[in-house]
């Protein structure tokens, strides 16, 4: 389990023996969860009664376990602390648990601390979503649209080497863009997004600079479902680049096709490596 914390100390305070008995519990109410991804969740709460004393500590505290949270599990703490304790305009706030795993149940509450101890609200539970799904993909699997005889074999797409390159036809066979990778896979799969490397370390002119994604019912005709922006600032090798679509789109049948390139009016392209993934915190 992935955990970052904001600290890893367990909340304790001492007090003297003549401590006022008049001192209670914080009162604090847990809110409600919102913004969850495969890394982290934002949970609000809201202390309503500081118990007579000030503010020492207050925030969310969370955990994968059976038993409800406390502060000796993981919690992210919220507010300023001043020598007065934590001022009541803050007594409302939203935390972030940060560093969660994906796929997982956990168990969250709002605690609130004062001289007279650490008080917990309600416990909710959530699930984190989850995150990129990488397809393997394979030499069979793909075909481009022209390929350049004498180098740059579309293999090269795919082997995992990014000091290997993809380059359609330059010198013979040579056809305008838009230029595409097809994917073809034995079954349904969902596609959110893809990565790719450019050819090497260089702004070469065709390096790829838009995109569009389509699918198909039959492997034939194929129908645009997004674009992208022109990209003005591609990341060259060894650096990835990750575009993500609107959606998770379905299909056995993708076609990835370079729109423009980084010199508008090139007529061919190239690519060291390309990724295709199912993104599990876009909806379908």
Not at 25 to 32: D, F
Not at 59 to 74: H, K, N, S
Not at 142 to 152: A, M
Not at 159 to 176: C, F, I, K, Q, R
Request: proline residues 4%.
């Amino acid at each position: 389990m992935a955990f970052l914390l904001f600290a890893m100390v367990v909340i304790s305070f001492t007090t003297s023996c003549d401590k006022d008995e008049s001192v209670n519990l914080p009162v604090t109410t847990t809110g409600e969860v919102t913004d969850i991804t495969g890394q982290d969740a934002v949970v609000s709460g809201i202390v309503t009664s500081n118990g007579g004393s000030k503010l020492l500590a207050m925030g969310v505290c969370f955990t994968t376990g059976d038993a409800d949270p406390t502060v000796e599990d993981y919690f992210a703490a919220v507010g300023e602390f001043t020598p007065d304790g934590i001022l009541q305009e803050d007594w409302s706030y939203s935390a972030t648990l940060k560093g969660l795993t994906i796929k997982t149940a956990y168990k969250a509450r709002a605690y609130a601390s004062n001289e007279a101890g650490t008080a917990y609200g309600e416990t909710i539970s959530f699930t984190s979503k989850a995150g990129k799904t990488y397809h393997t993909l394979t030499n069979e699997m793909i075909d481009t649209y022209t390929q350049e005889g004498s180098e740059g074999p579309k293999p090269n797409l795919v082997d995992g080497d990014l000091n290997t390159y993809w380059h359609s036809a330059w010198s013979g066979g040579v056809e305008p863009l838009p230029h595409h990778i097809q994917i073809t896979f034995a079954e349904v799969k969902n596609i959110g997004g893809f990565e790719f490397a450019t050819r090497d370390k260089y702004a070469r002119g065709n390096n790829p600079a838009q995109f569009d994604v389509q699918t198909s019912t039959d492997g034939t005709t194929y129908t645009t479902v997004w674009t992208s922006d022109r990209l003005d600032n591609v990341l060259l090798n060894p650096e990835w680049n990750a575009l993500s679509l609107d959606k998770n789109y379905s299909s056995k049948y993708f076609r990835v096709r370079i729109l423009d390139t980084k010199t508008p009016g090139q007529n061919s392209t190239c690519m060291a490596e390309l990724k295709v993934f199912e993104d599990g915190m876009l909806p379908y």
